[in-house]
C-alpha cells in the first residue's frame, strides 16, 4: 500500500528554485531514507509533504490525500520530528510531550513514560533550559509514544550522543516492526544504512539516484585487501581498478563490481593468501556523487 506519493513536485521561491519534478513513492512499512548536501531541498519537501509550504507544481498525497486541501486530516496519522525543535519555553519538557501528544488525539501514558525512561530524559524542567539534544528528545519521545502510521524524520539525531543515537535506531526499528513507515532525511550515513530500505538523493533540488542500497551498490566499487605470492604488476592494466596503494606484500585497490570475475582470475593466478573485500559504503557512494559533479 501505498503511503506518500509525491508526483513531479516543483517548488519555487521567487526567481529561485528549490525543487524540481521531485517524485518518490513510499510503501506502508518500509524505511526510506533521504539524503543530501545542505541546502539540496530536504526540508522543503518535507514541508510540502506536511502541509507546511505549498508545491508551486505537482501533486503530492498521504494516505491517498491531498497533502494541501486534507492536511489537518491526514496529520493525525503523522509524527514529525524536526532536526531544531523549539517548544514553548514556559512549559516544562512533560508538559510539552503531553501536548504534542495531545494534539494527535491518544494519549498512552504508560508509552510515554517508558519512552521518557529510554531516552533518559528529565521532564520537570523548562523547556527554555533544555539543551539542543533534550528539545530534540522532546519531539522523538511524542513521536515514538504517538500511534502514527508515518513518521516524518527531519535530522531527528544531528543533537543527540552516541548512546541516545543508538535507542533512536533501535525506536525506528521498532516503529518498522509494528508495520508502520518512516521518512528518514538524516546526514549520518551511517544511520541510513543501518535503517533504511531505500534511499534517495537529492542535489540542487532534483533527485539524482533512488533505490535499495544493493540496487545503488552494483553501479559502484569494492574495496580490495590483497596479499598474493607473487607481484601483481598487470594489475593496473584491467579495466575498472582505482586507487592502488602498496603496503609490502599488500595491496589496497578499489575495483568496479562487474570487473570481478577477470581481476579474480588474475589475483588467484599470482597465488592468493589473504583476500579481503568489503561493499562500497553509503558515504563513498554520496561523495562520488559530489566529486564527480560538484556540490552547490
Ligand atoms: N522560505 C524560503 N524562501 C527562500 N528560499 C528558501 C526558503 N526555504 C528554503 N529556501 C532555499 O531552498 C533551498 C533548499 O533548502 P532546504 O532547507 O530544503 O535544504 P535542506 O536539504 O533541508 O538542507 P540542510 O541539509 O541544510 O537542512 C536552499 O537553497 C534554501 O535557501
Ligand atoms: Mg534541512
Redesign the pocket.
Known sequence: MTVLQLDRISKQ??Q?Q?LNQVSMELKQGEIYGFI????????????IILGM?QATSGSATLFGKDVWRDAAEVHKRCAYVP?DVNVWPNLTGGEVIDVLLKMNGIYDKKKRDHWIERLQFDPSKKSRSYSKGNRQKIALIAAFASNADLFIL??PTSGLDPLMEHVFQQGVQEVKDNGKTVLL?S?ILSEVEKLCDRVAI?RQ?EIIEQGSLKDMRHLTRMHIMVETRYPLHELEQYKGIYDVEEQGNILHFQMDAEQTEPVMQYLSQQGIIRLESSPPKLEDLFMRHYEQKGG?
Open positions: 521561491f521567487g529561485f528549490a543530501g548536501p545542505n541546502g539540496a531541498g530536504k526540508s522543503t519537501t518535507i514541508r509550504l532536526g527531519d535530522e532525511s546526514h537529492i533540488g552547490r
